[in-house]
């Protein structure tokens, strides 16, 4: 049998029964692109590494998994999803061969084979030992990837959860060094999404509660060329949540003014529920 036929009669089923890509929340990414490959000059590319299975629950992704054919060992993809889960961050790899499930955990070095595979709920529970509240409110916001059209690479991925994950541990400070070309302005704008919907502002950041309004937040480049790339990069908020400042607008007034003349409040569509959101401009 082999590995198309393994995935599709044993290991398929078996993410199902423990409730991946069944229970809310929880998806399958099969062959799911990690690296397009090693760029070896004249056009030419090393091989991409690709995983057979990433499993991912309230927007995050949890485990790897690879999958060989019946007759290989149940082992033998082991090296494989522990380089991808290496690469995502991920903490759980499992490798299966259709008969069985054999599953690493790559913070505590633990492994071997698994009575069964672990629903989404568990797999959450161990990778986040402790609850919070802001780690739950981001995750409940899916990254915007223009329907689909559009998926951020691994790093990119990594450098905004990490920007989340200080948040939520109420670090005050954080700075992210990225190579040119690496998507800085991607990262921004992912970053500035989930805080914007999740409704993460100063005033609530430690308070208990839910969240009063959504935050403000300020984009600054170093040309203008630069500022109206990242304008239109940011397109996928709503119209009148963006404002393009101008130099020659703060030259002028000697300050930033945000709204129109007349007017210190404006009303933003809540994304969920649909209704008014007031913002105080002042």
């Not at 029964?17 to 929880?26: K, L, R, Y």
């Not at 000059?41 to 299975?53: F, S, T, V, W």
């Not at 998926?151 to 991925?157: A, E, H, K, V």
């Not at 704008?189 to 839910?210: I, M, P, T």
Request: charged share 25%.
């Amino acid at each position: 049998m082999n590995e198309a036929d393994t995935r599709a009669e044993f290991i398929d089923p078996a993410l199902r029964a423990a409730g991946w890509g069944v229970v809310e929340g929880s998806r399958i990414l099969r062959e799911y692109p990690i690296t397009p490959g090693r760029i070896e000059g004249q056009g030419r590319r090393g091989k991409p590494l690709i995983a057979d299975y990433v499993l991912v629950f309230r927007n995050y992704k949890l485990a790897t998994m690879e999958a060989k054919s019946w007759e290989k060992a149940l082992t033998e993809g082991v090296g494989q999803t522990k380089n991808y889960a290496g690469k995502l961050r991920v903490r759980f790899a499992y490798s299966s061969n259709g008969q069985g499930f054999y599953g690493v955990d790559m913070q505590t070095g633990a492994e071997g084979e698994l009575a069964r595979l672990p629903t989404p709920l568990e797999l959450w529970d161990l990778t986040f030992a402790s609850a919070n509240a802001w780690r739950d409110r981001f995750a409940a916001v899916p990254f915007e990837d223009r329907g689909g059209y559009f998926q951020g690479r691994y790093y990119q991925d990594l450098a905004i959860e990490r920007v989340l994950a200080a948040i939520t541990a109420g670090l005050t400070r954080i700075l992210l060094a990225l190579a040119t070309g690496t998507g800085k302005t991607f990262i921004a704008f992912q970053v500035a999404w989930k805080l914007f919907h999740s409704r993460w502002n100063l005033a609530d950041w430690k308070k208990e509660g839910e969240p009063t309004r959504r935050p403000r937040i300020l984009f600054l480049a170093d040309r203008n060329i630069l500022a109206d790339q990242a304008y239109n990069a940011f397109s996928a908020f709503p119209e009148d949540a963006l404002v393009r400042i101008a130099p020659a607008d703060i030259r002028k007034k000697g300050r930033v003014c945000v709204f129109a003349e007349g007017r210190d409040q404006r009303r933003l569509p809540d994304p969920v529920s649909g209704e008014a959101d007031r913002h105080d401009a002042r």
